[in-house]
């Protein structure tokens, strides 16, 4: 079944420290992962696209990594701000133009 | 604003009414999507256009759920007969008719169903 899972299911930690965010998935086959970041109440804005032979990609204080072949990927965040905090979903997308199989999300709350 | 625009933001219906949305996507979009999502859930799909022909129907969306896109442009998701377990953030999204291109989503609109 094709599933994706994150964790940890929510994080907090303070202003200025890094944090790793995981995403596990079985989704097959595989076309590309995605790191979208949501706010409460608002629509999820992309992050990063990551596609089967890239295995690093950063969007400023965002470095996400994928290794296609343990099927894992992490979103890294550098000297978190309070406006970190939102929920990040790690997004699996497979062979056909609608199947985007989407995780939980990992609720991050930043604190002063 | 060229962003993906949803309408209403915000609606609150009675239990068994009708109720319409509307998502005006970025307009060299042809791909266009909504999801349905509950609190604390990720998104889940419910249909897809390409273009106007709509290409995929999840089977979330019952017969009481319908979506257009009649000239290839906006789009309208309509709900008949409104249940409380309708209450839920739907969101549209659109993007490029290419493989790896981002789907850039709407603010969503947030029903709730009394």
């Known amino acids: 079944k094709n599933q994706v899972e994150q964790s940890p299911q929510s994080l907090i930690i303070l202003e200025g420290k890094n944090c790793t965010l995981q995403c596990n998935y079985t989704v097959s086959p595989f076309s590309n992962l995605r790191w979208y970041k949501q706010d409460t109440g608002r629509g999820p804005v992309s992050l990063t696209i990551m596609t089967f032979s890239e295995n690093t990609k950063s969007n400023g204080r965002y470095t996400a990594t994928l290794d296609a072949d343990t099927k894992q990927s992490s979103l890294h965040i550098t000297a978190s701000q309070l406006s970190d905090s939102a929920s990040y979903i790690c997004?699996?997308?497979?062979?056909?133009?609608?199947?985007?199989?989407w995780g939980a999300g990992t609720k991050l709350i930043i604190k002063p | 604003d060229t962003g993906v625009s949803q309408n209403p933001r915000h609606k609150i219906t009675k239990r068994g009414q009708n109720v319409t949305f509307r998502c005006d996507p970025i307009?060299?979009?042809?791909?266009l999507y909504w999801y349905r999502q509950t609190l604390g859930q990720g998104p889940e799909f419910l249909t897809y256009f390409q273009n106007e022909a709509q290409l995929e129907k999840s089977r979330l969306l019952s017969d009481r759920f319908s979506a257009e896109r009649p000239k290839g442009s906006f789009s309208t998701l309509e709900i008949q007969r409104t249940e409380q377990g309708d209450s839920a953030m739907y969101l549209c999204?659109?993007?490029?008719?290419?493989?790896?291109?981002?789907?850039?989503f709407g603010q969503g609109t947030r029903l709730t169903v009394v």
């Open positions: 999204a659109s993007s490029y008719d290419r493989r790896n291109t981002e789907a850039f």
């Open positions: 997004v699996v997308r497979g062979d056909s133009n609608y199947q985007l199989i």
């Open positions: 307009s060299e979009h042809n791909r």
